[in-house]
């Protein structure tokens, strides 16, 4: 039997009981690094409270090893004074000062260095997608136009991410205490994030700071403001606002965000340039207290080497529709998969990716009746999805926003799907209409409407090439405009840094 650790705290009555009645005799948590794990006394809990007779934790990190558990009393024990320790650290972070030295007042990089000092705790867990993406690229970028880039993060990073910088380095583990909630993981590996960060900058003293946002983080303000570097905020939203609208609410979560306010503030004020990925994520970051003077939008973008040319398509009788996403609520996947309802019989679909609510999409598909038209592929390499989206006929981007405000998103498949050089069919939804040109770089439809998005995806099949002139100014567009190393030189235009001649060969990688 394989369960979600999560779901037996979550209902820990009913997770005893399936046990005893499929007479389970042993219990392993799966942990991918141990040491650094989240929710480490409460996992240990359940498992110490789980009806059999063997219990331990796997560490899934080369080689692998095999770690126990414990009796009831002494994990019960243990995960009190862990309880107590998290607490302490809690309740220090929402009623302590938040400030840090003097922020340099100039703003301006010390000369003659050519190193960049990159924050991102959460890299760890980031998987692929869009945030892996969007770091990789933009740290790739200052590499391209000649900066080298060390990279601080709080566990093994992802290998798109490793290979887009010069070093890497990992904060050590935090103690078991400071792990018991992912929040005061998060609090803790403040300070070890910026020990470690101090650490690298002695060795390679940087010109500037740079950081992605993210909840409860201010490592990044802190090391800016020792070093008397300027501080560039990577910000793709309020992680305060994600906080509170995108997952479950308790009284505990709402003391996290009061804690969080605190730090997003404070970390937005002390950014000399905070790099909003759309005007409506630029709003939110004024509204937190950002200096609108230190805002600038800078979008995301496309890894143009990645990217396959797009080879001439053969005539065939149908079609088959691309879509790429992690199934958000923000993805328009239900419309994605309702459009076929309204589209003949030979069109289908092939959906790249996963997600949790992939199952319900599934089970509505086979409701409508279009179970056979869609093909599920799953979460994929990163070239093997790029290669499934180039041999589709139309690629879909049917983005849809219900939540409060303006659409703040800028989806990095926009940029990757006009670089395919395929015709695009795209929800007409603040950056993405304004990036993309209807009937010129692609169809725009109704956010939201199956049968606009249809409709769109009938406009570019009836063109006589089957919209494959679309597809290539798509392409020319994101080629010319929208590559990372552009997005990169608006950050330095904005800091007055030059680019660099290139570097040497990198030799070094942590």
Known sequence: MVMAASDAI?????????????????????????????????????????????????????????????GTGPVVARCARDAATAGRLLVRGLTSQVEGP??????????????????????????????????????GGFRQLGWRVALVTNGSPPEPLRAAVDVVEMAAPLPRGSRFTRESAWVAANDEM???????????????????????????????RRLGTPFVLEWN???????RHWYRQSPAKK???????????????????VAAVSRGAATMATD??????????????????????P????????????????????????????????????????????????????????????????????????????????????LLSPHVWKGDGAFFGSPTKVFEYMALGRPIVASRLEQIGEILVDAVTAM???????????????????LPDRGAAMGLEARRQALAEHTWDKRAAQILSKLSLPSLPAPRPVLERG
């Open 444 to 462: 725009l439809t109704q956010p939201g409407d199956p049968k606009s998005l249809a409709a769109g995806v009938t406009r570019a099949l009836e």
């Open 237 to 243: 939203a309020s992680a305060v606002w994600e906080h």
């Open 311 to 394: 080879a001439p398509k053969d005539p065939r009788p149908g079609a088959l529709l691309g879509w790429a996403g992690s199934f958000g609520h923000w993805h328009g996947v239900e419309a994605a998969i309702e459009c076929l309802c309204h589209l003949p019989r030979d069109v289908e679909l092939v959906m790249v990716g996963d997600g949790e609510r992939r199952e319900a999409c599934e089970q509505m598909a086979a409701r409508l009746g279009l179970g056979g038209r869609i093909t599920w592929t799953g979460s994929l390499p990163r070239a093997e999805a790029l290669r499934v989206l180039s041999g589709c006929d139309v």
């Open 288 to 309: 937190v207290g950002a200096d609108p003077a230190s805002i600038a939008v800078v979008a995301n973008a496309v890894d143009a080497a990645d990217v396959p040319e």
């Open 102 to 139: 003097p922020k340099n007042p100039s703003g301006t990089a010390p000369a003659g260095r050519s190193w960049i000092l990159a924050l991102w705790r959460d890299a760890p867990d980031a998987g692929a997608g869009g945030a892996v993406s969007h770091v990789a690229g933009i740290l």
């Open 194 to 224: 910026c020990r470690t960060a101090l650490d690298v900058a002695r060795r390679m003293p940087p010109a500037f700071v740079y950081e992605r946002n993210a909840f409860l983080t201010r490592a990044g303000a802190d090391v800016s």
């Open 10 to 70: 979550r209902n820990l009555g009913g997770y005893r009981a399936q046990l005893r009645r499929q007479d389970v005799s042993g219990v392993a948590l799966l942990s991918k690094d141990a040491a650094r794990r989240t929710f480490a006394g409460p996992y240990d809990l359940v498992l110490a409270l789980a009806p059999v007779r063997e219990r331990c934790v796997i560490d899934a990190r080369p080689p692998g090893r095999t770690l126990p558990v414990g």
């Open 255 to 273: 003391f996290f965000a009061a804690l969080g306010e605190r730090y997003e503030r404070y970390t937005t004020r002390s950014a000399d340039v």
